[in-house]
């Protein structure tokens, strides 16, 4: 429903590529697209692949500056309003929270764009686990929320505020601090570069 909202700004998904484009230059990822550039360049990636993408516009981004091959998903339908633009090579439905039936490019950079609110800590350590089984090296990691004293500040002025105002809390996933990240995935995974953890490259230590 967010995706099909025009209200919702921050969700909803167009249905042409003209106003596609234009929520794309509305969209500021200026730094995150130059960085992510120059670690394709480094690392001689070939391809693109992204695991819950959203509305892709990020992903898009890169498209446009690397053309490389890439692959966007994520877990309803409303992904294949994008497919219709013809703008990525590969558009597919894929649900985070079983097991990825799929095949992956070997020079591949997946990106994980804020997906970590949907799974538990088994669901994310499994997941980091299959990447590595697939033989996935690089990965770009972008939580969806950081657990901090500032954002524990939040969620307790939230919950008094539910309470003065009799109103019924909504469940919004999972939040977590960057050490618990990484106990996730440091038996695959090493940290290659973080941007105050606002988005961290990985590379394979297995690998």
């Known amino acids: 429903n967010l995706r099909e909202n025009k209200n919702e700004s921050q969700y909803f998904i167009p249905n042409n590529i003209d106003d596609y484009n234009l929520i794309s230059d509305n969209e500021d990822y200026k730094k995150i697209t130059e960085r992510t550039i120059n670690f394709i360049e480094e690392n001689n990636i070939e391809r693109i692949f992204s695991i819950g993408s959203g509305r892709a516009i ?7 500056k690397t053309m490389l091959h890439t692959t966007i998903s994520d877990i309803t339908n409303s992904i294949f309003k994008i ?7 590969e558009v597919l439905l894929i649900d985070i929270t079983e097991r990825l039936n799929l095949s992956i490019y070997p020079n591949t950079l997946m990106i994980l764009p804020r997906i970590d609110t949907e799974l538990s800590d088994q669901q994310m350590h499994d997941l980091f686990k299959q990447l590595n089984n697939k033989k996935v090296k690089y990965l770009l990691f972008i939580p969806a929320q950081l657990l901090t004293i500032r954002s524990l500040l939040i969620q307790l002025y939230i919950y008094l505020k539910s309470i003065i105002t009799n109103k019924r809390l909504v469940d919004c996933g999972y939040s977590r601090n960057k050490y618990r990240f990484i106990k996730l995935w440091k038996k ?7 941007y105050k953890f606002k988005y961290v490259f990985l590379k394979n230590h297995n690998l």
């Open 83 to 89: 497919k219709k633009f013809n703008i990525f090579d």
């Open 58 to 64: 990020f992903e898009y981004k890169l498209k446009i």
């Open 188 to 194: 695959y995974y090493s940290i290659e570069s973080s």
